[in-house]
């Protein structure tokens, strides 16, 4: 293990063998069916075991995520953190930081594999002292349905890999289910924020002030490959974003006033002044059933690539109906 882990630092021109100490936060909740997979491969990492901790954070789950955790007969450096009841990935985050004594946290989703030398690649990219976290690059399971919404998240040209690896990222490219940062870093710009207690937005809350800290600290590393066991159906997904557009988008816009335009929110009230009144023309558009329904048509019968352009209409049509009935 030594000698692989010395190659590893070596051949990248990183760390002089120096091992610092390291704490992967797996939030899990209801999550029996992937975790042994999870954990697995995290036994298998090439990393000293005195020098890394995982810490499972099990979020009030009602299947047998504990009692899997517990049969696994796994090392003393894997630990169960429970709640009592589900408070969601802000929280159970929370949790595992606040259990963690490592200089470098690794947050990673509970269906989710890595390969043996996931540790140590994002490790090795922090004796640059300007990186204050790194996100790997997301996988699609062989064994999920691989549909044309997959091929978008998993092929397209979007999200990070638009940066690539050796520029710094914008703070809304940095996801957090597979995401490293310092510390330090996250002691300065503080915990997640537990009022996000619905699904989505709470990374994109703190990769924001993270990012407004260290504007030129965020990475991607398409090299640090994570296989992702879970797959939702591109219908179940557009519930979910008209949900967030109604839960979750219009508070991060009242945290956060400046966020407006990544959720568009110009696309249903407009700013006062001379500014033009297309955008919530274009909004009201976008929220009819109609608009939704020719959106849906035409996606089903565009191959792919050109589908892509109507998985980000649906997106976006499904976000401003969210958005607009939680000004009802």
Known sequence: MYSQ??????GANRLKINFPA??????AYNAAGTLRICLNALIQQNYPSEKFQVLVVNDGSTDATSALFRQMNLPENFKLLEHRKNRGLASARNTGIQGADAEIVIFLDSDMEVATDFTIRHVS???QSEVVGVVGEL?????????????????????ARVIGKNH??????FIFGLTSMRRLALE?????DAAINQYGGEDT????????EFPTGLFFDPEIRVIH??????QQVLKIVEQFGRRVAPYLVRKHPELRGLYGVQFIKPRSGSQMKIKPWIGRALQTDFAFEMFWFLFEITPYPLSNFLVRGLLASALIRGMSNAQD
């Open 5 to 10: 882990t010395r190659a590893v630092f070596n």
């Open 22 to 27: 390291v704490a992967i936060i797996v939030p």
């Open 125 to 127: 990219w922090y004796i």
């Open 139 to 159: 996988l699609p399971a062989p064994e999920n349905t691989y549909d044309k919404y997959q091929r978008y998240l998993y092929e397209s040209r979007r999200g």
């Open 168 to 173: 710094s990222l914008p703070f809304q490219y």
């Open 188 to 192: 300065r710009i503080g915990a997640f």
């Open 205 to 212: 809350e703190m990769a924001y002030r993270l990012w407004q």
């Open 229 to 234: 066991h879970h797959y939702r159906p591109f």
